[in-house]
């Protein structure tokens, strides 16, 4: 494994977590900060014909969870929020003494979008880890 891989994914027991081969015994403890990566294909410089390198696709961010001996358990520390929902609701007054009586009356509310985990995207085992 290249000096830049720091462990592989052994286990991917749902698709927030990921188990891989390091634990206590290699200093991993909980809160430590991961990248889960997978490799895709060999990019090719276009004017030389030079292989750079394969291209690491980011699974996500992780924090372990739970260490032992030598596994741990990492899991997702990305979270998404959904979009903001704007209401508007406008009142207009009705005939012709619209100047004697209610105006146009416009209520606008605003309902923040909910926060939740984000999925480590397309993690398997064999996928590589980062030390962030």
Known sequence: MAERYFA?????????????????????????????????????????????????????QVSAEHVQKKIATLKSCEYEKSSDVKQIKKVTARGGYAMLGPQDTVTESITPGEQHLKIISGAKIGDFIIKL
């Open 8 to 60: 592989k994914v052994v286990s991917t027991p749902d698709k927030y977590s990921v188990v891989i081969n390091k634990g206590a015994d290699q200093d991993i403890h909980v809160g430590q900060k991961f990248l889960v990566v997978g490799l895709g294909d060999i990019i090719i410089d276009p004017d030389t014909g030079e292989e750079l390198e394969k291209l690491e696709i980011v699974r996500g």
